[in-house]
């Protein structure tokens, strides 16, 4: 694929990027490297490869889903820094 700085700065725009004129060069060849590159990975026959679900063959280590004993309510708020009867108090982060 050839990229012209058309496209590139029409991809630029749709990824809202701001590209400098004297970096256009470097990125139109940064680009058409890539690009050359996965026309080769379009080349190999891939037919009989089963789709990925997981990238690795680990498997979760699941533990069973038992009730058990945690701490009070009272407990949880003990060393918070600042709490009323119900809730910790955080300051005010969005307006």
Same mark, same amino acid.
């Given at each position: 694929?050839? %990229? @012209?700085?058309?496209?590139?700065? /029409?991809?630029?725009?749709?990824? /809202?990027?701001?590209?400098?004129?004297?970096?256009?060069?470097?990125?139109?060849?940064?680009?058409?490297?890539?690009?050359?590159?996965?026309? +080769?990975? !379009?080349?190999? !026959?891939?037919? @009989? &490869?089963?789709?990925?679900? $997981?990238?690795?063959?680990?498997? !979760?280590?699941?533990?069973? !889903?038992?009730?058990?004993?945690? %701490?009070? $309510?009272? +407990?949880?708020?003990?060393?918070?820094? +600042?709490? @009323?009867?119900?809730?910790?108090? &955080?300051?005010? &982060?969005?307006?």
């Amino acid at each position: 694929m050839n %990229i @012209d700085r058309g496209m590139l700065r /029409r991809v630029a725009h749709l990824a /809202r990027l701001e590209v400098k004129e004297s970096e256009e060069e470097a990125l139109i060849a940064s680009l058409t490297e890539v690009l050359t590159w996965m026309e +080769q990975l !379009d080349e190999i !026959d891939t037919s @009989d &490869v089963e789709p990925l679900t $997981h990238m690795g063959e680990a498997v !979760d280590a699941l533990r069973e !889903d038992v009730v058990r004993e945690t %701490i009070t $309510h009272e +407990q949880a708020l003990a060393n918070a820094p +600042q709490h @009323d009867e119900n809730y910790f108090r &955080v300051p005010k &982060v969005m307006e």
